[in-house]
């Protein structure tokens, strides 16, 4: 089965870049997504990137895909205190567009 | 536009006993798709709801079950409850399947099996 690999933890302090990143194996993921958890909540969408594009931008937000390596990575610019939660790579396949595949989670704490 | 909602938010069970989770998707949402979300496990799929069908189904026992309304609204039902059962249920909706979209979650309800 499709398999989403993430780092546990990173540690930043405010106001540098934060960098998370996520591997999976389905070679037929057609769109991967990046998720944020804050405590006590549900999933809120950040950003998500088709799997024929290479980078993706969003404000401080940049997605870079490399297809070759399966590796998606999450970079968020100017990284402040309420960045801090739990951010989660996944991807959907292309046969069942609505199947979600969870990386386990990065939590990001943010330093001041 | 309202988000997925989820009732209730909170649910203290014990083992044995069956517990109905229900979920209302955005409006103009058709699929409705379930998630367990546990610290050993992290997020797993337990199935999608697309016009009153299941169309997917996770790996789950098949005390675990669920319907899906004609208003799209969908319920989750799991039966004999055990322990390990306790976690955060995640429902998700999307507007279509098969298109390009993504699914926008709902805040859960956290299930606790005594």
């Known amino acids: 089965g499709e398999d989403v690999e993430q780092s546990l933890f990173l540690s930043v302090r405010e106001g540098d870049s934060s960098v998370i990143n996520c591997t999976y194996t389905d070679s037929s993921s057609t769109y991967l997504y990046w998720y944020k958890q804050e405590p006590g909540a549900g999933l809120q969408l950040l950003t998500y990137?088709?799997?024929?594009?290479d980078m993706k931008q969003d404000q401080r937000l940049t997605v870079l895909l490399n297809k070759k390596d399966k590796h998606l990575s999450l970079r968020i610019a100017d990284t402040q205190t309420g960045d801090s939660a739990i951010y989660f790579c996944a991807e959907s396949p292309i046969y069942n567009f609505n199947k979600f595949y969870f990386g386990s989670g990065t939590k990001l704490n943010v330093k001041p | 536009k309202a988000g997925v909602t989820q009732t209730p938010r909170y649910l203290i069970k014990t083992r044995g006993q069956q517990v109905t989770l229900s979920c209302s998707p955005i409006s103009g949402h058709r699929s409705v798709s379930w998630y367990q979300q546990t610290p050993g496990q992290g997020l797993q799929f337990l199935f999608e709801y697309f016009s009153e069908t299941q169309r997917n189904k996770g790996n789950f026992p098949g005390r675990f079950s669920g319907r899906q309304f004609s208003n799209s609204r969908s319920e989750m039902n799991v039966s004999t409850l055990e322990l390990g059962d306790s976690a955060l249920y995640l429902c998700a909706s999307s507007q279509e399947v098969g298109t390009k979209d993504t699914q926008y979650f709902g805040p859960g309800t956290r299930l606790t099996v005594l």
């Open positions: 990137i088709f799997s024929n594009m």
